[in-house]
């Protein structure tokens, strides 16, 4: 069974960084396009970083300058590292992977606050 692991989401004050992680099992991720997704409360899912299969990288406006998404094909894990955060980050961020199939993980909490 296919499955997405997210890991490294937690309480930060702002201005604060955090690592995330995502990593892959039963699927080989080289393949795949790579997205952070992030939802808050009452919001929609909003797509925050995107790595193409060959690593070009997009960004929502909102993060550009602040957050990084990169791939480790050999330990079949994507990351997205989060600087200078902000209370608005706050959200549950999901790990997708995009190739013939479409999957999601299960989600990792981001707090920003004081």
């Known amino acids: 069974q296919v499955q997405l692991v997210e890991s490294g989401g937690g309480l930060v004050q702002p201005g604060g960084s955090l690592r995330l992680s995502c990593a892959a099992s039963?699927?080989?991720?080289?393949?795949?396009?790579m997205g952070w997704y992030r939802q808050a409360p009452g919001n929609q899912r909003e797509l925050v970083a995107q790595?193409?299969?060959?690593?070009?990288?997009t960004y929502a406006d909102s993060v550009k300058g602040r957050f990084t998404i990169s791939r480790d094909n050999a330990k079949n894990t994507v990351y997205l590292e989060m600087n200078n955060l902000k209370p608005e980050d706050t959200a549950v961020y999901y790990c997708n992977a995009q190739y013939q199939y479409s999957y999601w993980g299960q989600g990792t909490q981001v707090t920003v606050s004081a």
């Open positions: 039963e699927i080989a991720l080289n393949n795949y396009v």
């Open positions: 790595i193409s299969s060959i690593s070009i990288t």
